[in-house]
């Protein structure tokens, strides 16, 4: 077996040694799957058997044999998912640094408001003179989007951040087929970018060239200088993130944009990272015709595994008359939406309108902070992270100099020579109680860890957690090399088997008696 | 018989005009477990630099380029049910394709033994 890389193997007891007859550690409860839990035999509803009804199916189509779901009580079913929760890490439990995710807080108001009826129990294909608030929710939310972006139009539709960049680069393209320069097919794509630009590239029948990184992080200029002039009528345009996945400021933003533009191609400016701006920097001021916002990131919007998301996505005047349908619009008789496309259009880009919930609770995160308070959230997102850097960076090695927007970049250099890897820091993570922050991405520093606090956080969490990041660091380095190798200690699962579980997936629960006969 | 290597830690043992073509133990190490492989189509055309492979590690997915122009002829098709190989022996048995090399003169853009050695040094 492989000894170097990512030790990703268990090297202790796969579950917790739990010396209870039940199987329950006092408040933490043992838990087996669903399937293990319940039987077939039981049941929590009791319903009469049907009576005098002849099968319309017709007597080929029925199910034969059981269908082996687990039957189980009311009571067993709340305590099963209660306490698969308990096991859990949430926003709501504490600090949760995962950077490039933007894992804020969910003011509760927002709940309140998304819950109203008017909102929360609207159907899509209601009369519109029957859903005016709801419409007029959208409109309000299309017209926060564009002043805070400094853009003359939103595409609401667009169901989470990579649908958004499927979006923006759509309308490039339709703008691109437009003007006959159907020939424009190669887009330019940073290497630290998130994975989904070259993906949403590609997806959209682009090619992708690579940037390099210069030294400081950011976008090599002189090398995109000279990939534009090998061919510059192939050039669709760029997609960048800024601030980039570094954490840092694209500062050459404006010539970048002014060098695509000089080409012909468009500037799609991948959005996740807005939370870092709000308020700030108006995107339309820099040269951007397309850019989606992760409501469930800046907006406050629950996500990972809360989701769903959802991607509104700015236009410039160059690409607004190709934005997708449906939009709302005000008329004198009330709100109504556009649904047909006109030939310049590129489309639809779901079935309805979009995330409903996701836009009520957005709103409200914007209303109820008002420009001021996002200005100020913005503020202290990136002092959040500043003060998080400068804490640590005499025991951990922060990946490039100077301030930071949102998120910290560290690399692992401080753990050089430990016989400790990145991994192990996370798993010791784990055990002092946090969820561990991105690691192994950027993929341009090596062995990364991407720490995000978000504004959520007070300076009192902020020290907590910085306490056990010194104290980790502190003990790594004195040679306590074992104890990272045996981390999670605490945890319900100790180290789990990432490569065999890659290599060799158990997608689907068998049942003993299934693993018998296919054993036989 | 000679290998070179590309910046991007690829190897190309070269012998003739045929070539056979895999990740350096440094890549495969920097890469971590290696879970799966996507290999070529038999009689693919590459240019030099075109991405030849993909490999895919608990950590990344990252691909992999021809080192060199030419025809694929052949594929380790065992990487496929057992991608480890690349980790347990990534200068051998680990090897991605074999190919015809069109024009042995790109040969000389890439780096020998010793200087990817003193290049990877660097890193």
Known sequence: MKTEGRPTSPVAANSNDVKTVSGSKALEQGTKLIFETGTPRRTGIDFPAAKGRASRLGANNERQGEIGLPGLSEPETMRHYVRLSQKNYAIDLGVYPLGSCTMKHNPRLNEKVARMPGFADVHPLQPVSTVQGALELMYELSDWICKLTGMPAVALTPKAGAHGELCGMMAIRARLDADGQSQRRRVLVPESAHGTNPATAVQCGFTVDEIPASGDGRVNIESLKEKIKSDPNSVA??????????????????????????????????????????GRVRPGDLGVDAMHLNLHKTFSTPHGGGGPGSGPTVLSNALKDHAPVPYVTKTEQGYALVEHK????????????????????????????????????????????????????????????????????????????????????????????????????????????????????????????????????????????????????????RRLDETQAARKPVLRWTSPSETAEAAE | MSIYFTE????????????????SP????????????????????????????????????????????????????????????????????????????ADSSELESLMDEAKYKEYCDGL
């Open chain 1, 342 to 493: 006109d030939e310049v259009s590129f489309g639809r880009m779901c079935a309805f309108h979009g995330q409903m919930g996701m836009y009520s609770r957005a709103l409200t995160y914007m209303m109820s902070h008002g420009a001021d308070g996002l200005k100020q959230a913005t503020e202290d997102a990136v002092l959040n992270a500043n003060y998080v850097q400068a804490s640590l960076s005499d025991v951990m090695s922060p990946a490039f100099g100077g301030i930071c927007m949102h998120e910290a970049l560290f690399d692992d250099s401080f753990l050089k020579d430990t016989g400790v890897d990145t991994l192990d820091f996370a798993k010791a993570m784990i055990d002092e109680g946090y969820h561990p922050m991105t690691m192994y991405f950027p993929l341009v520093v090596h062995g990364a860890m991407l720490i995000e606090p978000t504004e959520s956080e007070s300076k009192g969490e902020l020290d907590r957690f910085i306490g056990s990041m010194r104290h980790l660091a502190e003990r790594a380095r004195s040679g306590d090399v074992e104890s990272f190798k045996q981390a999670p200690v605490y945890a319900p699962m």
């Open chain 2, 8 to 23: 991007d830690h690829e190897w190309i043992k070269v012998d003739g005009d045929k070539g056979t073509v895999g990740i």
């Open chain 1, 237 to 278: 345009g760029i997609m960048l993130t800024n601030p980039n996945t570094c954490g840092l400021f694209e500062r050459d933003i404006i010539e970048i944009a002014d060098l695509i533009h000089a080409a012909g191609g468009y500037f799609y400016c991948d959005g996740a990272n807005f939370n870092a701006l709000v």
């Open chain 2, 26 to 101: 440094y890549a495969a190490k920097q890469l971590g477990d290696v879970v799966y492989v996507e290999l070529p189509e038999i009689g693919r055309d590459m240019a030099k630099g075109d991405e030849a492979a993909v490999v895919e590690s608990v950590k990344a997915a990252s691909e992999v380029y021809s080192p060199v122009g030419g025809e694929v002829t052949e594929v380790n098709e065992k990487l496929e049910d057992a991608p480890e190989t690349v980790n347990a022996s990534a200068d051998g048995d680990g090897w991605f394709l074999k190919m015809t090399i």
